[in-house]
């Protein structure tokens, strides 16, 4: 009987153990992720609030690109690149500041420009699929920036 006895107060021991602790631990093993989460959560705040005005560019695409001037392809193209700089690997981002480096291709007006923004938009897309592989919007572009180079090639001089 006293073998059944002490292990009975054994149980008791633990469950009253595990009724004191949990309350403190549970709450205490959430906020240490969560702190640990906030880092990773506002680096992409950052991003994307920095690629925010540009929205409104990429959302009737054929309507604003193509009639952007130079001064307001440079501003957003100087938002977009800092919003790559807070998240680098951005696959959005990345596909949008490539989407603005193919338009600007096509109205570049030398040879030598659109073949080097061809290049910059062919390695901002790569980047952009490499997170996201199957996206058909960055290969429409990647195609697009392949078919710029290859159509203007840049002679060595």
């Keep these: 009987m006293s073998a059944s006895t002490s292990l009975d107060q054994d149980v008791l021991a633990v469950a009253s153990v595990k009724r004191v ?3 403190i ?3 205490l093993a959430i906020t240490l992720i969560g702190i640990a989460y906030v880092p990773f959560a506002w680096r992409e705040m950052r991003a994307d609030v920095a690629a925010m005005p540009t929205k409104p560019l990429f959302a009737n695409v ?3 690109l193509p009639k952007m ?3 307001e392809w440079d501003v957003a193209v100087a938002q977009l690149t800092r919003a790559v ?3 680098p690997h951005h696959p959005d981002n990345l596909t949008m ?3 603005l480096y193919v338009v600007r291709s096509y109205g570049a007006p030398t040879q030598i420009e659109r073949h080097q923004h061809a290049v910059r938009a062919q390695s901002l897309l790569r980047a952009a699929l490499h997170d996201r592989p ?3 919007e960055t290969l429409a572009l990647l195609k697009d920036a392949a078919d710029l180079l290859a159509t203007n090639p840049v002679t060595a001089q």
Excluded: D, K, S, V
């Design 25 to 27: 631990i549970f709450p």
């Design 21 to 23: 602790y949990w309350p």
């Design 97 to 99: 500041l490539g989407r």
């Design 62 to 64: 054929q309507a604003t």
């Design 134 to 136: 199957f996206h058909p």
């Design 69 to 71: 001037t130079i001064a």
């Design 85 to 87: 700089a807070f998240q």
